[in-house]
């Protein structure tokens, strides 16, 4: 990506001066990482680790877990995978250079993970050295008739602890690691497609075990915030009896759009244009956020979130996040921050400004010469 030019930049930096609500990246791999920085992103605002488990190297691992026979062959195996886990954490705190980084937990169903074809399977059976029926039998019971809405986040989280288990150790592992090279990093955790409040009680208990474990065996205290991420009805509505176990919620609007309005976040653009036009909905509620639907989720989750736990942290990480009219909304719901994917920070940076300015009155931007 080109860097930014030194006028394009002074004008980021007025932006900078005048906004009021925060602005970071989302952002998965070093390279994304790179982008936010390179984009002046405040942080990364949601780190999505699914990728790190489809890597060459960790592929077989994971197929290898599924079909592994209990826990403790599935701790086993996982563990193989941590210390890659553990490196990738290093690199992403060390590009981001001490800002905060908000990393989600495992968020795919496990049967992405397999073979989706004969051949596949054939391979998978070999590699595994199982017998081929066994892996297609496996396979075929992992396949869910909805996945999205199946076994999926914390869900799969709360039935296949061990991977849970694995991210958090990896996390604090290279907190520690990077702690030994004089960087202070507190990563924050965040649990995916939480509805209930015990969900969040029953990870936060293992994540906490994890980090005691950790600090005992390396001999360094460290700090961490765990959150949630609102992003299904039950959640925005839960909000007050799960914020007081959550330092920060943050919403994340694709799903939550898919699962207010009932409506496929891959396949509603197919018809959404003639929606709009028989003026069903003003707009794509996938493209900006709506007052009266999901927005109204993110006012309430976020006005109960707040009677319970005032001091938490507000902020939204899916698409609308870059969205200069969604910003406006979050900026009236008093968020603290946006995350956006990279490429629309520099917008969200003018864009908050923008509102900020417009509310206050004109001023006149700083001299530059
Ligand atoms: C979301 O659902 O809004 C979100 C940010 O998570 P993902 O897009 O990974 O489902
Ligand atoms: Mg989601």
């Not at 925060?22 to 070093?30: C, E, H, L, M």
């Not at 937990?105 to 391979?123: A, I, K, M």
Request: negative net charge; aromatic residues 8%.
């Amino acid at each position: 990506a080109p860097a930014l030019g030194d006028n394009f930049r002074t004008l980021l930096a007025w932006a900078d001066a005048a906004r009021d609500i925060g602005v970071r990246a989302n952002a998965d791999t070093p390279e994304d990482a790179r982008k936010a920085q390179m984009f002046e992103a405040e942080g990364i605002g949601l780190c999505r680790t699914e990728h790190m488990f489809f890597a060459e190297d960790r592929l077989l691992a994971m197929r290898e877990m599924i079909f592994a026979d209990d826990a403790v062959d599935r701790r086993s195996i996982l563990d193989r995978i941590g210390p890659m886990l553990r490196r990738d954490f290093v690199e992403l705190f060390g590009i981001m250079k001490g800002r905060p980084v908000t990393i989600r937990l495992f968020d795919l169903p496990l049967h992405e993970f397999l073979p989706q074809n004969r051949e596949g399977l054939r391979e998978l059976a070999e590699a595994l050295d199982l017998p081929l029926s066994d892996v297609t039998r496996r396979a075929e019971a992992l396949t869910e008739f909805n996945p999205m809405l199946g076994m999926r986040g914390v869900r799969l989280g709360l039935t296949v602890p061990e991977i849970y288990d694995t991210q958090a150790r990896a996390i604090f592992e290279a907190v520690v690691e990077v702690a030994r090279e004089g960087a202070t990093v507190v990563p924050e955790i965040m649990i995916p497609l939480v509805s209930a409040k015990r969900e969040v009680e029953i990870v936060k208990a293992r994540v906490d075990a994890v980090a005691a474990a950790v600090r005992i065996e390396r001999g360094v205290d460290f700090d961490y915030r765990l959150g949630v991420m609102v992003e299904t009805p039950r959640a925005a509505l839960r909000a007050g009896e799960i914020a007081p176990h959550s330092a920060f919620l943050s919403f994340g609007t694709n799903d939550l759009t898919q699962m207010t309005y009932g409506l496929s976040r891959d396949d509603a653009g197919r018809f959404m244009s003639q929606y709009v036009a028989q003026g069903v909905y003003d707009e794509d509620p996938f493209h900006v956020l709506d007052a009266d639907g999901v927005g109204e989720l993110l006012m309430l989750g976020a006005e109960r979130g707040r009677r319970t736990n005032p001091g938490i942290t507000l902020s939204i990480c899916g698409e609308h996040g870059g969205n200069p009219e969604s910003i406006a909304f979050c900026r009236d719901a008093r968020f603290d921050y946006v995350s956006c994917s990279p490429f629309r920070v520099p917008v969200a940076r003018l864009a908050a400004a923008h509102l900020a300015i417009a509310e206050r009155g004109a001023e006149r931007p700083p001299r530059m010469y």
